[in-house]
């Protein structure tokens, strides 16, 4: 039938009102070339490849992609200024949502909001698109269940290039960012020995531990507190950030037998982590 109209309207160009050759057939005719046509693109197309503009097909099975990985951490743990890990997790400050924000050469820029508890997320490139050449760095910002910013923006530690196999950009973001860190407070937990010896095993043995807080400089006296010796302790609602633990450990008669300071840091909420203090001074007396 189709080849029928294609003759039948081939031999009358232009004489679209022929008995021979209606209006209504030469519209169907068009609507079948037209699909034809476009069936046609859709196979070239595919066969062609993807072109990168010098008529070369971009599209290479062989090609390894790159991949970069933004990972971040909360309050972060620093050892001589190298980063660790991450002190504090996303349930301390009832963070749900991590947003962010890759940027790179050429203008690069590429946004994803994914769980804070994911810890990281990543990005591929392939042949036909490839990342460009140059430095990239990231920034992350924590979110609520609403979607609204817990956090300022933390910006990357350093950059990466993409030169680096698989480069990874790490991002901390302190506890300074949280919107009323100055209020937060978190459990601290601490296991004390005494010249590498529990309580009962000290010598002499410890009876009883005074244990106090100070926030720069200034003695939290809400915070204080004498009470028989334990191998370990959790002791909330202290502020968190830098502080200066004291403990002073007393026999039996009681006499102040070791005693100790520490600079400590403590993190947001209860998953805290758990310290060794080992307390070994001895001649000390209550100063408070």
Same mark, same amino acid.
């Given at each position: ?73 909360? /309050? ?9 890990? #991450? @002190? $504090?997790?996303?349930?301390?400050? %009832?963070?749900? &949502? ?67 196999? /698989? ?9 300074? #960012? @949280? $919107?009323?860190?100055?209020?937060? %407070?978190?459990? &601290? ?100």
């Amino acid at each position: 039938m189709l080849i029928r109209m294609m003759i039948c309207c081939s031999t009358r160009i232009g004489l679209l009102n022929s008995p021979g050759c209606p209006m209504e057939k030469v519209m169907v005719l068009q609507k079948r070339l037209l699909a034809i046509f476009a069936y046609l693109i859709v196979i070239l197309t595919s066969l062609a490849g993807c072109d990168e503009g010098s008529g070369s097909k971009c599209a290479d099975a062989s090609y390894q992609p790159t991949v970069i990985t933004v990972k971040w951490t909360l /309050n972060g743990i620093w050892d001589n200024g190298t980063w660790t890990s #991450s @002190f $504090d997790t996303c349930l301390d400050y %009832t963070a749900i &949502y991590a947003h962010v924000l890759i940027t790179g050469p050429e203008e690069f820029l590429y946004e994803t909001t994914v769980s804070c508890n994911s810890m990281e997320t990543n990005i591929i490139d392939d042949s036909c698109d490839k990342f460009p050449q140059g430095s990239y760095s990231a920034s992350v910002t924590l979110l609520n269940s609403n979607n609204i910013a817990m956090t300022e923006s933390a910006t990357t530690i350093g950059l990466v290039s993409v030169s680096q196999n /698989n480069p990874a950009i790490e991002v901390d973001i302190p506890l300074e #960012s @949280f $919107d009323g860190y100055e209020t937060m %407070t978190g459990t &601290y937990r601490f296991n004390p020995t005494f010249d590498g010896s529990n309580c009962a095993q000290a010598d002499p043995p410890v009876d009883s531990l005074d244990i106090g807080f100070y926030k720069d400089g200034v003695f939290l006296e809400e915070l204080s507190s004498v009470g028989q010796c334990s191998d370990e302790f959790d002791i909330s609602e202290v502020p968190v950030g830098d502080l200066t633990l004291e403990m002073i450990a007393m026999d039996a008669t009681p006499t102040a037998v070791f005693c100790g300071t520490y600079n400590i840091k403590v993190g947001a909420g209860v998953t805290n982590p758990v310290f060794d203090h080992d307390v070994t001074a001895f001649g000390c007396s209550v100063n408070k």
